[in-house]
């Protein structure tokens, strides 16, 4: 097989539980508009928001990879809406990603990735906006790749592309670890990569979803045994 030269990994899900951090993330931002644009937050509650966001998505495609970008675009058409000034849309998403990078990563996270960023460069490839330097993983990380500096989100291969390109190695060379079987394991192995699937449910592989090669672990735990075989 051909060596590993790198390693890529996913960040939600992957390295941290993201589910809580995104309801208290836009929890935070609800409060906030309540207390300085009470007008916006009686007209969107955090359904009401999500789903403007999704209408923004729809009609601005171009924008729909970029997840900063279209938080930002919603809050202002959100205050547009509602009679106020759309600067707001930037002091609030300050208070979404300020609470959006609180995050509590997994017990074996660091260890695991100290471990690993011994031997090999390690790369952030999320389709979220998290910023791993705020978390405090930016050290064990060489480059982070997002998919505003890519231009489309994971499983587009142009994430994987830039990724490849940024440390100059061949797609075969670079194991990807992420939690999602579409943008992650199905995205990395159609562009070339090795892929392993962070499975910590032990769930089936969705039906809905052709198979790809990839290898499964359970817990972050498992990688550097898999790497090192």
């Known amino acids: 097989m051909t060596r590993i030269a790198a390693l890529s990994f996913d960040l939600d899900d992957t390295l941290w539980e993201l589910g809580q951090v995104i309801r208290r993330a836009e929890q935070?931002?609800?409060?906030?508009?309540?207390r300085y644009h009470p007008s916006v937050a009686a007209q969107f509650d955090i359904d009401a928001m999500a789903e403007l966001r999704q209408q923004v998505a729809g009609e601005r495609p171009a924008i729909a990879h970029d997840l900063t970008v279209l938080r930002i675009e919603t809050l202002r058409r959100a205050a547009r809406i509602s009679g106020e000034s759309d600067e707001l849309a930037l002091p609030a998403f300050r208070v979404?990603?300020?609470?959006?990078?609180?995050?509590?990563?997994?017990?074996?996270?660091?260890?695991?990735?100290?471990?690993?960023?011994?031997?090999?460069?390690?790369?952030?490839?999320?389709?979220?906006?998290?910023?791993i330097q705020r978390i405090g993983l930016g050290d064990y990380f060489q480059h982070t790749i997002s998919p505003a500096e890519a231009g489309a989100a994971k499983p587009d291969p142009a994430m994987f592309?830039?990724?490849?390109d940024r440390i100059g190695v061949d797609p075969a060379q670079v194991v990807h670890i992420g939690d999602d079987p579409l943008t992650d394991v199905t995205g990395a192995a159609r562009f070339g990569l090795r892929a392993v699937w962070m499975n910590r449910?032990?769930?089936?592989?969705?039906?809905?979803?052709p198979s790809v090669p990839h290898q499964r672990v359970r817990s972050l735990t498992e990688l550097p045994?898999?790497?090192m075989a």
């Open 225 to 227: 045994g898999l790497l």
């Open 96 to 131: 979404f990603l300020n609470a959006r990078n609180r995050v509590r990563v997994f017990p074996e996270t660091r260890p695991v990735l100290e471990q690993l960023a011994l031997r090999w460069p390690l790369l952030a490839l999320s389709n979220g906006n998290a910023d």
């Open 28 to 34: 935070a931002l609800h409060d906030y508009l309540e």
């Open 161 to 164: 592309a830039l990724a490849c």
């Open 201 to 209: 449910d032990d769930a089936p592989w969705p039906e809905e979803l």
